[in-house]
């Protein structure tokens, strides 16, 4: 399938680059637990948001081959490296190293052994969700079908997230599949036309999840999608 070339696609947009930064910022802010913490739920959600939307259009302009490519170096890369970091520290300071080594949890290795790795392994097993929505987001009745579509997911997400009693990192990665896909229908719908089918999307999934169980996660998501 060929898809069609980005408008101006050496063009930087600064607004995003100040998004990113705030964004990272408030991350920062609530894990060193500072006043009005809960801000960084709003900064994660924005931070996945951009992820997703640099990562369709980065695939609509530089093809596939740089696209997965720029996966292994962004994000599979530092998340061996970061992983064999805290493993090493956690060696050193166990009492006994080999219990260290020890797999007790399978769902360690979509960790690392440190919880805060959780967002490498979300953005590289999401990966494959980036090509499937720029094939399917060829028109904008396209984006719109696809934002109807993916209502009931971000729901059952934000129901998973606040309800399930899911492990880490699973209670991680539902609460992030909300602004991934709402990231990826905003680079698809600025592509197609349609820009408002993102908004309708996380709004009704938001809304939808508020009133039915009183959803803790979806205003803090609601807000990110709408700055």
């Known amino acids: 399938m060929t898809t069609e070339p980005l408008p101006h696609p050496a063009t930087r947009r600064p607004s995003i680059d100040l998004l990113r ?8 802010w609530a894990h060193i637990q500072a006043p009005g913490m809960a801000v960084g739920y709003v900064a994660l959600a924005l931070f996945t948001t951009l992820t997703a939307f640099l990562s369709l259009r980065s695939l609509a ?5 740089r696209f ?8 599979g890369l530092p998340w061996a490296f970061w992983s064999a970091a805290f493993l090493a520290l956690e060696v050193v300071r166990a009492p006994d190293p080999r219990a260290a080594l020890t797999l007790s949890d399978p ?4 960790i690392g052994p440190a919880i805060h790795l959780w967002f490498l392994p979300f953005v590289l097993l999401s990966s494959p969700l980036v090509p499937a929505a720029l094939r399917a987001m060829t028109s904008a009745r396209r984006v719109w079908a696809l934002a109807a579509a993916l209502v009931p997911v ?8 606040d ?3 899911l492990p880490e990192p699973l209670v991680q990665w539902s609460f992030a599949t909300l602004p991934f896909l709402y990231g990826l229908l905003s680079a698809g719908g600025q592509r197609r036309g349609a820009v408002s089918a993102p908004i309708a999307f996380a709004t009704v999934a938001c809304v939808g999840a508020s009133l039915l169980w009183g959803s803790l996660a979806a205003p803090f998501l609601l807000a990110s999608c709408l700055l």
């Open 163 to 165: 309800r399930a009693g």
């Open 154 to 161: 971000a729901m059952l997400a934000l129901w998973a997230h």
């Open 61 to 65: 302009r530089g093809g596939a081959r």
């Open 68 to 75: 997965w490519l720029g996966r292994l170096l962004r994000f």
């Open 107 to 110: 769902l360690r290795l979509l």
């Open 21 to 28: 930064i705030a964004a990272a910022f408030g991350i920062v």
